[in-house]
């Protein structure tokens, strides 16, 4: 059973001026955020723009990240798209040595439930890895199609990403009742860390963070707070960063992944651009987001 004990880091991938994908930055990357003890690194998921790559890319920026990792925590490499290419994936992920997948959705097509399922179940078929279900867009999931898929001893987690409390306590009740040990829920919302004590009340306790990625000293000083309970240090970081930072996030589609990948420049390692469709910020929104990184680096004093 794989055990997620921390923030979990979903680094960016960064290009080169051609475009190329730069493994030694990526190394840089990693190893510095491993740093500060992340729970689990997933690399080619939706901050690494895995929605760009093609196969041989996301192979290569997942055998990265297990190289840097080295066995100190869980890699969960992403994987989605088309079923081909989601396998093709799946199966350089194992090849690579990752620990697990992260099933995205399917692009543009969507399909019936007992489609959906039978999607995932392809992909883990297709390599000896277990998955992770990620429950957003095109691939939205019912509570009895989930407890259907936990009866499968490779679908080992739930991410949620629609924000439809409702519908993942409902998912969560159903998964418990199968009796399945070991089962992981994540909250996979956009700047999670907004959610997240109400995502803990439903029962799913862990997080996916974007913020580490570019402050990963504000992201670990969340989640001990969290952790711990302290409830005026969450909501001091949430008041006077994290809402900010939503609000800038939310003036342009695609901020939620530009914004990190432009904050992980602004801390002096230049992983590139974002790829098209995604932009870069405007020399305004660079400044604003500066200001907030400072302002959230000084809240936690030295």
Known sequence: MIAFDGV???PVTPFDADDRVDLGLLDAHVADRLEHAP???FPACGTGEFNSMDAAEVAAVVAQTVRTVNGR??????????LAHARACARSAADAGADALLVLPPYLIGGPVDGLV???EAIAASSPLPVIVYHRGTAQYTA?????????????GFKDGTGDVALAQDIVTAVTATGRDG?????GLLTAELSQAAYRGLGIPLYSSAVFAMAPRIATAFYRAYSDS?????ERLLREFYFPLSRLRDRVPG???SLVKSGVRLGGLDVGSVRAPLRDPSAEHLAELAALLAAGDALLGA
């Open 144 to 156: 009895a199609a989930m407890a259907h898929l936990a009866a499968n001893p490779k679908v080992i």
């Open 183 to 187: 089962f992981q829920f994540f909250n």
């Open 39 to 41: 729970g689990g690194v």
């Open 230 to 234: 302290d409830e005026p240090a969450r």
């Open 255 to 257: 901020f939620g992944v």
């Open 8 to 10: 979990l880091f979903f």
């Open 118 to 120: 039978a999607y995932v």
């Open 73 to 82: 925590v869980p890699v969960v490499a992403g994987t989605g798209g088309q």
